[in-house]
C-alpha cells in the first residue's frame, strides 16, 4: 500500500469504513461482477484486498464515480435563421 492510501486510512475511524463486496458493488453500480474483475485487473476502479478477498470502501467508490463523471464541453449555436 502506497503512502498516501497509509494517510488516507489513518485518518478515517472505523465507524466511516463502509465496505461493499462484489456483489453488492455489483447491485450498487448495476454492472456485471465480471465487469467489476476486469476493472480490478486493470485498477481502474479502487479497491482493497484482504487476502484473497477484494472489498470496495464506499466513500472511494463515490469518489470514483464523481471522477468518472462526463462534463460535455457547452456548445453554442448561432441563429442561422437570416440565411
Given at each position: 500500500?502506497?503512502?498516501?492510501?497509509?494517510?488516507?486510512?489513518?485518518?478515517?475511524g472505523?465507524?466511516?469504513?463502509?465496505?461493499l463486496?462484489?456483489?453488492?458493488?455489483?447491485?450498487?453500480?448495476?454492472?456485471?461482477?465480471?465487469?467489476?474483475?476486469?476493472?480490478?485487473?486493470l485498477?481502474?476502479?479502487?479497491?482493497?484486498?484482504?487476502?484473497?478477498?477484494?472489498?470496495?470502501v464506499?466513500?472511494q467508490?463515490?469518489?470514483?464515480?464523481?471522477?468518472?463523471?462526463?462534463?460535455?464541453?457547452?456548445?453554442?449555436f448561432?441563429?442561422?435563421?437570416?440565411?
Amino acid at each position: 500500500m502506497n503512502r498516501e492510501r497509509k494517510k488516507e486510512f489513518s485518518e478515517i475511524g472505523p465507524a466511516d469504513i463502509s465496505m461493499l463486496n462484489v456483489k453488492e458493488l455489483e447491485a450498487f453500480l448495476k454492472i456485471d461482477q465480471k465487469t467489476i474483475y476486469r476493472y480490478v485487473s486493470l485498477g481502474l476502479i479502487p479497491y482493497v484486498r484482504i487476502q484473497s478477498n477484494i472489498r470496495f470502501v464506499r466513500k472511494q467508490i463515490l469518489a470514483w464515480i464523481e471522477e468518472q463523471n462526463y462534463q460535455p464541453n457547452r456548445i453554442t449555436f448561432t441563429d442561422r435563421s437570416d440565411r
